[in-house]
C-alpha cells in the first residue's frame, strides 16, 4: 500500500513514535476497506487487505492490531488475547509479525500465551464472542493465569515497539513513499 510521509517525519520522529506514524495510515485504510464492505464475505476483505500490503506494512499492521486492543486493560488484554487466537489467520499472523521483526522475546510472551489458550483446552469461536470485554464470561481461573502474562506484555511492548520503530527507519521503502 502507498503511504506518503514527509522525509524529515522519519527523521525527527522518535522510533516508538514512528511506529504509530505508519500504523495509522494502515488501519484507517483497513477500516474504509470494511466500511464499503456490501455483501462480501469478511474474511475475504481482510484477505484483499492484507494482500495489498508489503511485507513490512503486514507485520506492522499484525502486531500493532493486537497491541491497541490489549494495552487498555486486564480484562481487554484477556479477551482480545482469546478473541485473536480463535482466528488463525489473525494470531498466527501476531506471532509472525515478531519472527519478522526478529523480536524472541515477545515472541516467546506470545507463543506462551497460545499454549495457555491450547492448555485450558479453551473452545474459543469467534463468532460467539460477546461484544465487550467485561462480558466475556470464561472462568476466572483462566484471567488469573494471563494476568502476569498482562503485566509482562505491558513490560515488553514499549521495547518491541521501538524495535519495529529502528527496523522501520532502516527499511523504510517496505512502509511508507517519501512525498517531494
Given amino acids: 500500500m502507498e503511504i506518503y510521509i514527509e522525509r524529515h517525519l522519519m527523521d525527527s520522529t522518535p522510533d516508538e513514535e514512528l511506529v504509530s506514524v505508519c500504523f495509522e495510515p ?6 474504509e476497506a470494511f466500511r464499503m464492505e456490501t455483501h462480501v464475505d469478511a474474511l475475504i476483505t481482510k484477505k484483499q487487505f492484507y494482500q495489498g500490503l508489503s511485507t513490512g506494512q503486514r507485520a506492522l499492521f499484525f ?4 497491541y491497541y486492543h ?6 481487554e488484554f484477556y479477551w482480545w488475547s482469546a478473541y485473536f487466537y480463535a482466528q488463525p489467520i489473525q494470531w498466527q499472523g501476531i506471532r509472525w509479525s515478531m519472527e519478522y521483526f526478529q523480536d524472541p522475546t515477545m515472541a516467546k510472551l506470545l507463543e506462551e500465551i497460545e499454549h495457555i489458550f491450547d492448555s485450558q483446552q479453551q473452545a474459543i469461536n469467534p463468532e460467539y464472542f460477546p461484544l465487550h470485554p467485561y462480558n466475556l464470561g470464561f472462568d476466572e481461573t483462566m484471567y488469573a493465569i494471563l494476568s502476569p502474562f498482562d503485566k509482562m506484555f505491558h513490560q515488553f511492548a514499549p521495547i518491541t515497539r521501538a524495535r519495529i520503530g529502528a527496523y522501520i527507519r532502516s527499511h523504510a521503502e517496505e512502509f511508507v513513499q517519501f512525498k517531494n
Fill in 70 to 75: 490489549v494495552t487498555k486493560s486486564q480484562a
Fill in 63 to 66: 502486531f500493532n492490531s493486537y
Fill in 26 to 31: 494502515l488501519i484507517e485504510a483497513y477500516k
